[in-house]
């Protein structure tokens, strides 16, 4: 079966710090992966989707970027961290096509900015 | 670009009550899903409608998708404790070319009180 990991599930950093979020999917090949962010109370805003291997598209301006080095793995990252930037980032996985095919998310990662 | 709105953005209904949460787009869709992600969990999977009209159900869960494939609705009878989180719909533009990309509503947060 298809699991998803995301680490580390919390983290506390300073402003103008550097970020690694990361996350890996077991299970599957060629998986679509995708970054979300979601504030307090609010809505799933998609930061990054990737439908392979160095392919990442970018959704919203901002202070983040994302990579995706192997198959099954994807990686969210910025240089100098923002107070906007605090939220709850998830991971979510989806089997290839056009379709939309139902995501599949890890835990997440609380991240607040001091 | 595509927006997907849904409401109530909150509901709060006694033990035994029935509840319904709306979604419609701006644009007509392939396919409609709905998650439900309970209080400081990540988003689950619950179902996919792929047809116009189509009317689901799993158990006291009830899942339309409107003719014109522009709206969909989760009805719950007879809400239970274990029924409280945030309800999200998310659907994929069916004139879209961004491959599994999907537009997720803004949830309903449900509360359910004994």
């Known amino acids: 079966s298809q699991t998803i990991h995301q680490w580390p599930a919390t983290l506390v950093q300073p402003v103008g710090s550097p970020l690694s979020l990361e996350c890996t999917v077991e299970g599957t090949s060629n998986p679509n992966l995708y970054w979300y962010r979601q504030a307090a109370g609010r809505g799933l805003q998609l930061l990054f989707y990737s439908v392979g291997i160095g392919q990442i598209s970018s959704e919203v301006p901002q202070n983040l970027s994302a990579s995706r080095p192997q198959d099954r793995q994807f990686i969210l990252s910025s240089k100098k961290l923002l107070l906007s930037d605090s939220g709850f980032y998830l991971c979510a996985w989806s089997t290839p096509g056009l379709g939309g095919q139902p995501q599949h998310f890890g835990d997440g990662t609380r991240l607040s900015i001091l | 670009g595509q927006q997907v709105m849904q409401i109530p953005q909150y509901q709060h209904v006694q033990e035994g009550e029935d509840f319904t949460t709306y979604c419609n787009s701006s644009t007509t869709l392939s396919n409609i899903q709905w998650y439900k992600q309970r209080p400081g969990g990540h988003p689950v999977f619950l179902i996919q409608?792929?047809?116009?009209?189509e009317v689901k159900k799993q158990k006291r869960l009830t899942f339309q998708f409107g003719e014109a494939k522009k709206n969909s609705s989760l009805h719950i009878t007879a809400t239970q404790t274990t029924d409280v989180g945030t309800y999200f719909c998310?659907?994929?533009?069916?004139?879209?070319?961004?491959?599994?990309?999907?537009?997720f509503g803004q949830g309903t947060i449900l509360t359910v009180h004994p």
């Open positions: 409608l792929v047809k116009s009209g």
């Open positions: 998310a659907g994929r533009d069916a004139g879209g070319t961004s491959y599994g990309k999907l537009t």
